[in-house]
């Protein structure tokens, strides 16, 4: 099982960028699914998150520049980043609930392949 992180790049600050995260088996099943973002030299932080149902929730920061959005039949979460500014920069992953990281792969502390952003000003 596992979680593939795809679609960053280099983009000038205004732009947009689609990143996707794939998820094999049926790891996003009736899970909240999540983005995360690590800007260089510092902690990983929380950037939205999406329920099954598609309840949407956002970290202030991004909130009406970020859509996320999921295809549950293609175990597929997307994150639509638009308005990019450079503190947007890092490496952005997604997974699930801590709980659930346990359940699949025995490490709370599970995280798979990242994809990196780097927005230019």
């Known amino acids: 099982v596992q979680l593939q992180a795809s679609g960053g790049g280099l983009v000038q600050a205004g732009g947009s960028l689609r990143l996707s995260c794939q998820g094999s088996?049926?790891?996003?099943?009736?899970?909240?699914v999540s983005w995360y973002r690590q800007p260089p030299g510092k902690q990983r932080e929380l950037v939205a998150d999406i329920s099954e149902g598609g309840n949407a929730k956002y970290v202030d920061s991004v909130k009406g520049r970020f859509i996320i959005s999921r295809d549950n039949a293609a175990n597929t979460v997307y994150l639509q980043m638009n308005s990019l500014k450079p503190e947007d920069t890092g490496a952005y992953y997604c997974?699930?609930?801590?709980?659930?990281?346990?359940?699949?792969?025995?490490?709370?502390?599970?995280w798979g392949q990242g994809t990196l952003v780097t927005v230019s000003s």
């Open positions: 088996g049926n790891i996003f099943r009736l899970n909240v």
């Open positions: 997974n699930v609930d801590p709980m659930v990281r346990y359940q699949w792969w025995g490490d709370y502390e599970h």
